[in-house]
């Protein structure tokens, strides 16, 4: 499966613990975003990284997020003393970001974070 | 704010009818207008996407409709199947290559 893949798929977690989320985006692709989605509602933009460069980040993100792309492969996300409003599924995509493919973007399987 | 408005909230068709999914955008700077369908636990999957230099573009039973003056675009599916019961995202590509999701537009197809 060359696809975009998101570990863990589901995580539970006690609010004020850290949660550490990871994406290997398609090989190939230099672009690699992180939305957020809450129940019944679109994904929201949280940041995107082109190769190792995070080059924006959404207001959404509080101090208490933080990502990285090292060597510009995979990706993790951090939220650290985890509030219950943090619940959500957590998405990853990547794109080629460049060429005619540039704007298409394709969509890990999400990690559903529920925080009690 | 609000930059993308998309309607029905909720839509129910027959099968082999038409499902028809409308999105309006305030940005102009919006360069590229596709739609995602998105299964229950599942990440949104590009279904179809158009340019805004062409009115219309058909891949199957899957058709957009874009009116650059309106600052409107919809997904029309034609032949409407009980496998098309999804949740369907417009989702337009700002400047900065990130996508500007709609509300969503729950789709159930009756057998």
């Known amino acids: 499966d060359t696809g975009v893949s998101q570990n863990p798929r589901h995580k539970i977690t006690k609010r004020g613990q850290n949660v550490t989320f990871r994406c290997d985006p398609i090989s190939e692709h230099n672009r690699l975003y992180w939305y957020r989605q809450t129940l019944g509602q679109g994904p929201e933009f949280l940041t995107y990284f082109q190769n190792e460069a995070q080059l924006e980040k959404s207001r959404l993100l509080s101090d208490r997020f933080s990502a990285e792309r090292p060597k510009g492969s995979f990706s993790t996300l951090e939220i650290q003393r985890t509030e219950q409003g943090d619940s959500a599924m957590y998405l990853c995509?990547?794109?080629?970001?460049?060429?005619?493919?540039?704007?298409?973007?394709?969509f890990g399987p999400g990690t559903r974070l529920t925080v009690t | 704010q609000q930059q993308v408005k998309q309607s029905p909230q909720s839509l129910i068709v027959q099968k082999g009818g038409i499902s028809i999914i409308n999105c309006a955008y305030e940005n102009t700077a919006f360069d590229y207008f596709p739609w995602y369908q998105q299964f229950p636990g599942k990440g949104p999957a590009l279904l179809i996407a158009?340019?805004?230099?062409?009115s219309e573009k058909k891949e199957g039973r899957f058709t957009i409709s874009f009116n650059k003056s309106a600052k409107q675009f919809s997904l029309h599916i034609m032949d409407s199947q009980p496998g098309d019961s999804a949740t369907y995202f417009c989702?337009?590509?700002?400047?900065?290559?990130?996508?500007?999701f709609g509300s969503g537009t729950r789709l159930l197809v009756r057998p």
């Open positions: 989702a337009p590509v700002d400047s900065s290559y990130k996508l500007i």
């Open positions: 995509a990547s794109s080629l970001g460049k060429g005619t493919l540039k704007y298409e973007q394709y």
């Open positions: 158009i340019r805004p230099d062409v």
